[in-house]
């Protein structure tokens, strides 16, 4: 590990997160409706929404064990269906008070909680009513569903994100949302659902500042820094370009309060531009957020590619494979992604490189000059549970170890980082890849298609972390 000669805050919060739909399960009852992961998830290869953690039975137990791993913060994202069921309209009591209930526990744990308003989990109900985020309609509604959040939590809850990884949304928008399949090639339509989630978030800051003028708001990208193949001028260019619209394009809107010039140039050129209403340029402006909250995994590579090359999304490894993604994404005339052949992958296929870390959290402070927090950071890999009940996930803690280093570096060069959450504090369900594919510091004893009995069962990493936390990451 290089030595540093600034440290991490007296008062930094490290943490964990979660999301609801991967953790909570009673996913139809309490007075919960269904959401659109809900109804995606019965055509899951891998589980279902069901019982996922169980986290809604469990919840005094886990909160007790993020307590004893020592957390000071905990990220965790509420259920608009389990609020709403219908959307809008009565709120579902037993779902407000379950709020109340976790967020009272982590307080009495000395735990502070940091809220994601929206984690992929609308209520089905506005999907029937009107398509859900294809629909404009959706800005008001999420606006409402997010002052009634403050108004309601408010005293209790001082930092907010509003929408989890709107580019990846926006990327995997037939997985995040639901999206009829007449509807799934259109790219033009794709955008402008990005733009009705664009004018949410500025809605929801506009409405939540209007009660709670002191919550600290943030959206919540998942930054992937983009590195040129070869020093050639074109891959330099094709990796500026993969930066400015798979990153700016999303992080702007939430910090300057407006798109890039040159990706909108592009949009247009390419036919793709979607349609603002009179006023959404000012009313983004009321979208700026107070903190910069970002989700990292890994970066990814760019080449150049010709005008007329296929526009294409990158495909995506199931079953864990190492090597089986083979299409990569193609903006024509911008980039293609490809794969680094410098960097180790997971068996998903995702780089692992801390170094990038640092390399995107520097540049992102340097281009918006706002503190910034970690809200994502983890090992997606295969646990195994031994025959004495250990989980020896010594991969997971030395993927932890290089990320943290590397956060030790961007605070070394002057980043203002106030917050790290590990992805996951227990094993949840993969928005891709189900139980399979294990995240948490606390392993959850079930399967896919075998509940088991939902055991918590604390990892290495939970035992690693909890001495990282209690050394305020001096010892790694
Ligand atoms: C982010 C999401 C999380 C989590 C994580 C890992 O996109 O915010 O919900 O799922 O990625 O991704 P996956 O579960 O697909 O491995």
Same mark, same amino acid.
């Given at each position: 590990?290089?030595?540093y000669?600034?440290?991490?805050?007296?008062?930094?919060?490290?943490g964990?997160?979660t999301?609801a739909?991967?953790?909570?399960?009673a996913a139809?009852?309490?007075?919960?409706?269904?959401?659109?992961?809900?109804?995606?998830?019965?055509?899951?290869?891998?589980?279902?929404t069901?019982?996922?953690s169980?986290?809604y039975?469990h919840m005094?137990?886990?909160?007790?064990?993020?307590k004893?791993?020592g957390?000071?913060?905990?990220?965790f994202?509420?259920?608009?269906?389990?609020i709403?069921?219908?959307?809008r309209?009565?709120?579902?009591?037993?779902?407000v008070k379950f709020?109340?209930?976790?967020?009272?526990?982590?307080c009495?744990?000395?735990i502070?909680?940091?809220?994601?308003?929206?984690?992929?989990?609308?209520?089905?109900?506005?999907?029937?009513e009107?398509?859900g985020?294809?629909?404009?309609?959706?800005?008001d509604?999420?606006?409402?569903y997010a002052?009634f959040?403050?108004?309601?939590y408010?005293d209790?809850?001082k930092?907010?994100?509003?929408?989890?990884?709107?580019?990846?949304?926006?990327?995997?928008?037939?997985?995040?949302?639901?999206?009829?399949?007449?509807?799934q090639?259109?790219?033009k339509?794709?955008y402008q659902m990005?733009? !009705?989630y664009?004018m $949410?978030? /500025?809605?929801?800051?506009? %409405?939540? +500042?209007a009660?709670?003028?002191?919550v600290?708001l943030s959206?919540?990208?998942?930054?992937?820094p983009?590195y040129?193949?070869?020093?050639s001028?074109?891959?330099?260019?094709?990796?500026a370009a993969?930066?400015?619209?798979r990153?700016?394009?999303?992080i702007?809107?939430?910090m300057?309060?407006?798109?890039?010039?040159q990706?909108?140039?592009?949009?247009?050129?390419?036919?793709?531009?979607?349609?603002m209403?009179p006023?959404d340029e000012?009313l983004?402006?009321?979208?700026?957020c107070?903190f910069l909250?970002?989700?990292?995994? !890994?970066?990814?590579? $760019?080449? /150049?590619c010709?005008?007329? %090359?296929v +526009?294409a999304?990158t495909?995506?490894n199931?079953?864990g494979?190492k090597g089986?993604?083979?299409?990569?994404?193609?903006a024509?005339?911008?980039?293609t992604l490809c794969?680094?052949p410098?960097?180790?992958?997971?068996?998903?296929d995702w780089?692992?490189?801390?170094e990038?870390f640092?390399y995107?959290?520097?540049d992102?402070y340097?281009?918006y000059?706002?503190?910034m927090?970690?809200?994502?950071?983890?090992?997606?890999?295969?646990?195994?549970?031994?025959?004495?009940?250990?989980?020896?996930?010594d991969?997971?803690?030395?993927?932890?170890?290089?990320?943290?280093? /590397?956060?030790?570096?961007a605070?070394?060069k002057g980043?203002?980082l106030f917050?790290y959450?590990?992805?996951?504090?227990m094993?949840?369900?993969?928005?891709?890849?189900?139980?399979?594919?294990?995240?948490?510091?606390?392993?959850?004893n079930r399967e896919?298609?075998d509940?088991?009995?939902?055991?918590r069962?604390?990892?290495?990493?939970?035992y690693?972390?909890?001495?990282?936390?209690?050394?305020?990451?001096?010892d790694l």
């Amino acid at each position: 590990m290089k030595t540093y000669r600034r440290e991490f805050k007296k008062d930094f919060l490290w943490g964990s997160a979660t999301s609801a739909y991967q953790v909570e399960g009673a996913a139809f009852s309490y007075g919960k409706a269904a959401s659109q992961q809900d109804i995606l998830s019965e055509n899951s290869l891998f589980c279902t929404t069901e019982t996922a953690s169980d986290h809604y039975h469990h919840m005094e137990e886990d909160v007790k064990l993020m307590k004893e791993l020592g957390l000071k913060t905990y990220r965790f994202s509420m259920s608009w269906p389990r609020i709403f069921p219908a959307g809008r309209g009565e709120p579902n009591p037993e779902g407000v008070k379950f709020y109340h209930q976790l967020i009272d526990a982590l307080c009495e744990a000395g735990i502070v909680p940091i809220v994601t308003m929206y984690h992929y989990d609308l209520p089905w109900k506005l999907v029937e009513e009107y398509g859900g985020w294809l629909n404009r309609k959706i800005v008001d509604d999420f606006a409402n569903y997010a002052a009634f959040l403050v108004k309601e939590y408010g005293d209790k809850v001082k930092h907010w994100i509003t929408i989890n990884e709107q580019n990846i949304i926006y990327r995997m928008w037939t997985r995040k949302n639901y999206i009829p399949e007449e509807l799934q090639k259109d790219e033009k339509l794709r955008y402008q659902m990005n733009h !009705h989630y664009t004018m $949410a978030h /500025a809605a929801a800051c506009r %409405a939540v +500042r209007a009660i709670r003028p002191d919550v600290m708001l943030s959206g919540v990208p998942a930054v992937e820094p983009a590195y040129p193949r070869t020093s050639s001028p074109a891959d330099c260019a094709a990796a500026a370009a993969a930066n400015m619209m798979r990153n700016y394009f999303f992080i702007d809107p939430y910090m300057k309060g407006s798109y890039p010039v040159q990706a909108m140039n592009y949009l247009e050129d390419q036919g793709l531009m979607f349609r603002m209403e009179p006023g959404d340029e000012a009313l983004m402006k009321e979208g700026c957020c107070d903190f910069l909250a970002v989700n990292y995994y !890994h970066s990814v590579c $760019a080449k /150049a590619c010709e005008e007329d %090359a296929v +526009r294409a999304d990158t495909a995506l490894n199931l079953y864990g494979i190492k090597g089986s993604a083979t299409s990569f994404e193609t903006a024509p005339g911008l980039y293609t992604l490809c794969k680094n052949p410098l960097l180790e992958t997971t068996d998903w296929d995702w780089p692992i490189d801390a170094e990038g870390f640092s390399y995107a959290l520097t540049d992102l402070y340097e281009r918006y000059g706002k503190p910034m927090m970690i809200a994502e950071n983890g090992l997606g890999a295969r646990d195994i549970l031994t025959e004495d009940g250990r989980v020896h996930d010594d991969y997971r803690i030395a993927y932890l170890r290089k990320h943290i280093d /590397a956060l030790h570096d961007a605070v070394d060069k002057g980043v203002d980082l106030f917050a790290y959450c590990v992805w996951s504090f227990m094993d949840l369900m993969s928005t891709s890849n189900g139980y399979e594919k294990r995240y948490g510091l606390v392993y959850v004893n079930r399967e896919d298609k075998d509940l088991k009995d939902l055991a918590r069962i604390k990892k290495d990493s939970y035992y690693w972390y909890q001495h990282v936390i209690a050394t305020n990451g001096r010892d790694l």
